[in-house]
């Protein structure tokens, strides 16, 4: 079984530039999570979609990042314009039925540099 | 904030000893799951525990939950080098199926 892709690994960037992650999560999978995971701190939530709808988006900072899933399967994470403290790890996961004692797989994720 | 806590946030132990790291959280549950991520990896879920269960095994690993208290513990025995990585508690919460993270433990395996 593929598991979750995202691409690019890595990305550096200025900051104001945008910046864009794309997400293919296991084929199947209804629900699929954004998380950013700064270094040395757990993965915080960003948005959470089941099939193309969103679930819960209440911490994503919603003046810069933007986030669609077409179709209910792959997802894109924009951000624009890109700040310093936007350096982080971006993961991408997708369950099969949106956390109801189903585990979530996670991809490699991407890391962010801004400059 | 939504995340849960866990405690200690650093533990350091000698290979065979075993290794005991709780995790609180705030809300209602559907299920809690422990992962590990190892340095500039992905996360690795290594066990689920629903919100009617107790204790739950699996190889090395004896989680507990204790709804009351809405606290849960990971304990490894036998720790080898290997196990040297961070472990993160995640919840599901009941309703909206939120899947939130703790802070995390850095577990360090002396050989």
């Known amino acids: 079984e593929a598991g979750v892709a995202q691409s690019p690994r890595y990305k550096i960037i200025e900051k104001r530039q945008s910046v864009a992650f794309w997400c293919n999560p296991i084929?199947?999978?209804?629900?699929l999570y954004w998380y950013q995971q700064i270094l040395g701190q757990g993965p915080k939530l960003l948005i959470q979609?089941?099939?193309?709808?969103?679930?819960?988006d209440s911490q994503l900072p919603k003046d810069r990042f933007s986030a669609e899933r077409l179709k209910g399967v792959d997802s894109t994470l924009k951000i624009q314009p890109a700040k310093l403290e936007d350096s982080a790890v971006y993961l991408c996961?997708?369950?099969?039925?949106?956390?109801?004692?189903?585990?979530?797989?996670f991809g490699q994720g991407t890391r962010l540099t801004v400059v | 904030s939504q995340q849960g806590e866990e405690d200690p946030q650093a533990l350091s132990i000698q290979e065979g000893e075993n290794a005991t790291m709780n995790c609180s959280y705030k809300?209602?549950?559907?299920?809690l799951q422990w992962y590990r991520q190892n340095s500039g990896r992905g996360l690795v879920h290594l066990i689920l525990?629903?919100?009617?269960?107790r204790e739950k095994h699996s190889g090395r690993l004896r989680v507990t939950l204790d709804t009351s208290k809405k606290s849960s513990s990971l304990l490894i025995t036998a720790s080898r080098a290997a196990d040297t990585a961070s472990y993160f508690c995640?919840?599901?919460?009941?309703?909206?199926?939120?899947?939130?993270f703790g802070t995390g433990t850095r577990l360090k395996v002396l050989a």
């Open positions: 084929s199947g999978h209804a629900t």
């Open positions: 809300t209602s549950i559907n299920n």
């Open positions: 996961a997708s369950s099969l039925a949106g956390g109801k004692n189903t585990e979530a797989f």
């Open positions: 979609f089941q099939n193309n709808g969103v679930v819960d």
């Open positions: 525990i629903r919100s009617n269960e």
């Open positions: 995640a919840t599901t919460h009941s309703g909206t199926y939120k899947y939130i």
